[in-house]
Structures are given as structure tokens and as C-alpha cells.
């Protein structure tokens, strides 16, 4: 794996990874890869650490997606989403993918 060859950085989770203190450690990381990339963070909460976080990691003027505010105190998620994972190779990921998209494409 070449870092200065990444295109995309996404970084999920943001929230927690900053809560159990890695948040030096991912501020090192973000100030090595490449300037020219993509880049999207994820966080079910926005603090301080996240804010900082993002200033370091995102472009002078971030694009926000968020839930609605009327949100805030009850469910973020519905009920009863489930959640899975597949072990694939990775030359399979794409053709996975795709076919799993094609085959839930009329479902919410």
C-alpha cells in the first residue's frame, strides 16, 4: 500500500475513533496522505474533537449531511435496520457490489 497514491479517505465512526483518544494519532495520519483526494468522515455526534478533526482532514468549506434537527431527541436509526457483512476477495468486491445494488435496487 502506496499513501501517496490514495485517491479516497473516508473515515468512519470519527466520533468514537476521537473518544478513545486517537486523536493525535489521526491528525498525523490525515497531514501525511495527499492534499488532491477525496475525503468523507462519518460521525453520529459533531464535537470539538470532530470539528478539529475536520478542519484538519476536509476542504476550507465541507459540504454537511445531516439528519433532520426534529431528530435530535428521539431515533436516529430506524428500529429495525439490520446490519451484515460479506468476506470477500477483494478482486470479487465490485461484482458483489453491484449485483447486491441491482437485486435491492426497489427496496428502501
Known sequence: ??????????????DRILD???EEE???IV????????????????TKKTEDLIAVAL???PIYIGIE???????????GLEQGYVVCPSE?????????LKKNRKKK
Not at 500500500?1 to 470519527?14: G, P, R, T, V
Not at 470479487?92 to 447486491?100: A, G, Y
Open 59 to 61: 476542504k476550507k468549506e
Open 20 to 22: 478513545v483518544g486517537f
Open 1 to 14: 500500500f502506496l499513501y501517496k497514491n490514495l485517491q479516497c479517505l473516508i473515515i468512519d465512526e470519527a
Open 92 to 100: 470479487k468486491r465490485f461484482l458483489l457490489l453491484f449485483t447486491f
Open 26 to 28: 489521526m491528525k498525523k
Open 31 to 46: 497531514k501525511l496522505l495527499p492534499k488532491k483526494r477525496q475525503t468523507m468522515l462519518f460521525s453520529a455526534t459533531t
Open 69 to 79: 434537527e426534529k431528530n435530535k431527541g428521539g431515533l436516529a436509526t430506524v428500529a
